[in-house]
């Protein structure tokens, strides 16, 4: 999570949110959350669990 | 934490966004609708807890409350229902109390609220603390990014 903070204090163009899977059950359900961290970019789940910063930022970038 | 806090090279202030009526204990009232980037219509609201015992607005004010506690740069402040909050309770971690996309939706406990302070020690340096490389790619960027990234507190 910490790495999608960092992304977005270095660029006027990046949000980042931590969303509480548990707490939000309504949203978690359409964005088909079984296994956490679940990374969603704009809107479109992407992949779920850590993977290093290079990785990170090719993946979101792509 | 507090030694964290002490090194804050600048000040970073927590907005607690919550649900109307909610800062005062009383249900909130049917709001407009409205959606976000997913589609949820009308703002989704932590359910209460089996036992219904559990304010998780209040548990919130009452973490972000206590880390502002922890640092003299470290600020808290509660807003019902403020503009650009899809989900409440909710803080945004705002460097020298401006919006710069870094929220936390729901409330960090356990082991997600060590997530919460390491978005207020990264937001209290002057620097970012990524690669010069990764930063300059998100510098570069020509539009808009959104992440989200969906956790458990264990």
Same mark, same amino acid.
């Given at each position: 999570?910490?790495?999608?903070? +960092?992304?977005?204090?270095?660029?006027?163009?990046?949000?980042?949110?931590?969303?509480?899977?548990?707490?939000?059950?309504?949203?978690?359900?359409?964005?088909?959350? @079984?296994?956490?961290? +679940?990374?969603?970019?704009?809107?479109?789940? +992407? @992949?779920?669990?850590?993977?290093?910063?290079?990785?990170?930022?090719? +993946?979101?970038?792509? | 934490?507090?030694?964290?806090?002490?090194?804050? &090279?600048?000040?970073?202030?927590?907005?607690?966004?919550?649900?109307?009526?909610?800062?005062?204990?009383?249900?909130? *009232?049917?709001?407009?609708?409205?959606? *976000?980037?997913?589609? !949820?219509?009308?703002?989704? &609201?932590?359910?209460?807890?089996? =036992?219904?015992?559990? *304010?998780?607005?209040?548990?919130?004010?009452?973490? #972000?409350?206590?880390?502002? &506690?922890?640092?003299?740069?470290?600020? #808290?402040? !509660?807003?019902?229902?403020?503009?650009?909050?899809?989900?409440?309770?909710?803080?945004?971690?705002?460097?020298?109390?401006?919006?710069?996309?870094?929220?936390?939706?729901?409330?960090?406990?356990?082991? &997600?609220?060590?997530?919460?302070?390491?978005?207020?020690?990264?937001?209290?340096?002057?620097?970012?603390?990524?690669?010069?490389?990764?930063?300059?790619?998100?510098?570069?960027?020509? =539009?808009?990014?959104?992440? *989200?990234?969906?956790?458990?507190?264990?």
């Amino acid at each position: 999570m910490l790495l999608a903070f +960092r992304m977005a204090l270095a660029s006027e163009r990046v949000t980042a949110t931590a969303i509480e899977a548990n707490e939000f059950p309504q949203l978690s359900q359409e964005l088909g959350v @079984w296994a956490v961290p +679940r990374i969603v970019v704009d809107g479109e789940p +992407r @992949w779920d669990g850590s993977v290093p910063e290079a990785e990170f930022l090719r +993946r979101i970038l792509a | 934490m507090r030694e964290w806090f002490a090194e804050l &090279e600048r000040p970073v202030e927590l907005l607690v966004a919550l649900k109307a009526g909610s800062a005062a204990g009383e249900a909130g *009232d049917a709001r407009p609708e409205r959606s *976000d980037a997913f589609g !949820v219509r009308g703002p989704e &609201e932590t359910p209460r807890a089996g =036992s219904g015992d559990v *304010d998780f607005g209040r548990e919130m004010v009452r973490v #972000c409350e206590g880390l502002a &506690e922890l640092g003299e740069r470290v600020t #808290c402040r !509660v807003e019902e229902e403020p503009e650009g909050f899809p989900r409440f309770p909710a803080v945004s971690v705002r460097p020298e109390g401006r919006h710069v996309g870094v929220r936390y939706d729901g409330l960090p406990w356990g082991y &997600e609220l060590g997530s919460l302070v390491g978005a207020i020690v990264e937001a209290g340096r002057e620097e970012p603390t990524l690669r010069p490389e990764s930063v300059e790619a998100l510098q570069a960027l020509e =539009s808009d990014l959104a992440l *989200d990234v969906f956790v458990t507190p264990t």
